[in-house]
């Protein structure tokens, strides 16, 4: 079933993320998607993240799903401007990829091409209307298209650091819901009660929620997470518990399982973020009983 007939059905959805790779080697990707093949309901493919030069989001989610994965597809504003933003829009339906995740994207300072020139053409919220048009036939010129592209199209919401920061965020997830976002994924999440809690204001917005379920991969990982990213902590006694297991590594699979069960009674889907460990997916997924 696809992932946007699970969505419309309300059942939860599993998707795992998978960056395209620094280069044309991609026997690692193949090699992991291949053993969590028939157990994810789809693939996030990200737009360059951390502004890290990769093989492109559209060329990772081509590859991907001539391996028979779903994909997902991330596209942002950072690195083109709206003729070339279209352009491979129309270029990834043909493609066969039916599935956007629009980002915000990472500053070029945060990369690995730090000389780069940012584009700032159009917002997340424009690029959203464009493709609201596309679907509709038109171009952001208004000329008419010779046949249109049909989408499943996501949105991102940032951590918010305290209720007011959370409250914007909920503001500006609504107006992209109004311009044509039909699902919303969300920063990791560590915090269950947090999350109960934010998804009782999140559910005005109408559409599916996709938590992050990330996997700590040490305790450094953890203290970095809970003192630099905005949002809820890591709990304290998960860091402990990180910190005296004697098998650190079968102790975060075990925390990531644990998440995906409680995010089951409250959300719609997860998606699971393993940052190179993509090799710990089926642990993961045996751990959460998937």
Same mark, same amino acid.
């Given at each position: 079933? /696809?992932?946007? @007939? ?33 157990? !994810? ?7 360059? %993240? ?27 504003? *950072?690195?083109?401007? *709206? ?29 690995? =091409?730090?000389? %780069? ?38 949105? /991102? ?27 919303? !994924? ?6 269950? =009660? ?7 204001? +999140? @559910? ?6 996709? %938590? ?8 450094? !990982?953890? *203290?970095?997470? /809970? ?12 860091? $402990? ?6 098998? *650190?590594?079968?102790?975060?699979? $075990?925390? +990531? ?29 045996? %751990?959460?009983?998937?």
């Amino acid at each position: 079933m /696809s992932f946007q @007939k699970r969505l419309l059905l309300g059942d939860f959805v599993v998707l795992a993320e998978f960056d395209p790779p620094k280069g044309v080697d991609a026997s690692d990707l193949v090699s992991n998607l291949i053993k969590i093949k028939g157990r !994810v309901d789809g693939v996030i493919v990200p737009e360059m %993240a951390q502004a890290v030069m990769r093989m492109s989001a559209m060329g990772g989610a081509a590859l991907m799903q001539q391996q028979g994965m779903e994909t997902i597809m991330q596209i942002c504003c *950072r690195d083109r401007n *709206r003729l070339a933003l279209q352009g491979d829009i129309l270029a990834a339906y043909f493609l066969g990829i039916k599935n956007l995740l629009v980002i915000p994207g990472e500053e070029i300072v945060y990369g690995d =091409h730090i000389d %780069a020139k940012q584009f700032a053409d159009i917002d997340e919220f424009t690029l959203l209307r464009a493709i609201k048009g596309l679907q509709n036939g038109v171009d952001m010129a208004g000329m008419e298209l010779k046949g249109s592209p049909k989408f499943v199209t996501g949105c /991102s919401i940032k951590p918010a650091k305290n209720e007011i920061a959370l409250e914007a965020e909920l503001e500006l997830a609504q107006k992209k819901v109004k311009e044509g976002a039909q699902f919303l !994924v969300t920063p990791p999440v560590f915090n269950i =009660h947090a999350f109960t809690y934010f998804m009782e204001k +999140a @559910k005005a917005l109408g559409v599916p929620v996709i %938590a992050t379920v990330f996997l700590l991969k040490s305790v450094g !990982v953890a *203290r970095y997470i /809970s003192t630099n990213v905005p949002g809820p902590p890591i709990p304290e006694e998960m860091i $402990s518990r990180l910190r005296k297991a004697p098998d *650190r590594i079968n102790e975060c699979i $075990s925390i +990531a399982g644990e998440l995906i069960t409680s995010l089951k009674e409250l959300c719609q889907g997860v998606q699971l973020v393993t940052m190179g460990w993509e090799n710990r997916l089926p642990a993961i997924l045996d %751990a959460a009983k998937i």
